[in-house]
């Protein structure tokens, strides 16, 4: 059974820095991850999504590396601003199905 | 407009209660999802169809029923409600393939008394 672990369970950092969150999963077999952003009171926001034949996607102030051997993919987040803040879920397609395997989430605040 | 609805956006039931939880999208996706999230687990696959004659269940189905009425429309409806059935709901789409995205709608709050 696929599990999906993020760390750290939330993050303060100050406005500015630069910040990594990472996500691990137990069977490394995917098609795919995906890096979602929650709001409090509102659904999810699909951030970037990386194929298993890939390393890394990019989008503006983010990125997202994957390695599929260890296991790991990690959201990079540059120069974080208030806005930011949020919950940062990832999640995992299995390979013998379509269906998304999540994580618990980073809760990050950025301090003005 | 939204791509995905969801109706109601909250909702507080007591125990006992049939609840029927819709969503709706103007993607025009194939694939459609049932989804809880509760606090420190994260989301739990509930119900998922891959078109309107196939339905499948998720990880954690007892106690829920779905209804696949149109390609645009997906029913998540609790027969009984029960306290422990208290979460955040979300309906997701995708495209058919393997790939393919998943966009979720804004969530339905529900409380059950």
């Known amino acids: 059974k696929q599990e999906v672990t993020q760390i750290p369970a939330a993050l303060s950092v100050p406005e500015g820095e630069n910040l990594v969150l990472n996500c691990s999963f137990t069977?490394?077999?995917?098609?795919?991850l995906q890096w979602f952003r929650q709001d409090p009171g509102k659904g999810l926001t699909s951030l970037l999504l990386?194929?298993?034949?890939?390393r890394e996607q990019t989008s503006g102030r983010l990125n997202a590396s994957l390695d599929k051997s260890s296991g790991r993919s990690t959201l990079y987040i540059a120069a974080s601003q208030p806005g930011d803040s949020a919950t940062y879920l990832c999640?995992?397609?299995?390979?013998?199905?379509?269906?998304?395997?999540f994580g618990a989430g980073t809760i990050l605040r950025v301090k003005s | 407009d939204a791509d995905v609805t969801q109706t109601p956006r909250n909702r507080i039931t007591k125990t006992g209660k049939r609840i029927m939880l819709e969503c709706s999208q103007t993607k025009g996706h194939d694939r459609m999802y049932w989804y809880r999230q509760d606090p420190g687990l994260g989301l739990r696959l509930i119900y998922y169809?891959?078109?309107?004659?196939?339905?499948n269940k998720g990880e954690i189905s007892d106690g829920y029923s779905v209804s696949r009425q149109a390609q645009a429309k997906f029913s998540l409806s609790l027969e009984s409600a029960i306290p422990n059935q208290t979460a955040l709901y979300f309906c997701?789409?995708?495209?058919?393939?393997?790939?393919?995205?998943?966009?979720f709608g804004p969530g339905t709050r529900l409380t059950v008394l």
């Open positions: 999640a995992v397609r299995r390979e013998y199905g379509n269906k998304l395997v």
């Open positions: 990386i194929q298993s034949s890939q």
């Open positions: 997701a789409t995708a495209r058919g393939g393997t790939s393919g995205m998943e966009f």
């Open positions: 169809s891959f078109d309107v004659k196939d339905i």
């Open positions: 069977d490394s077999a995917i098609y795919n």
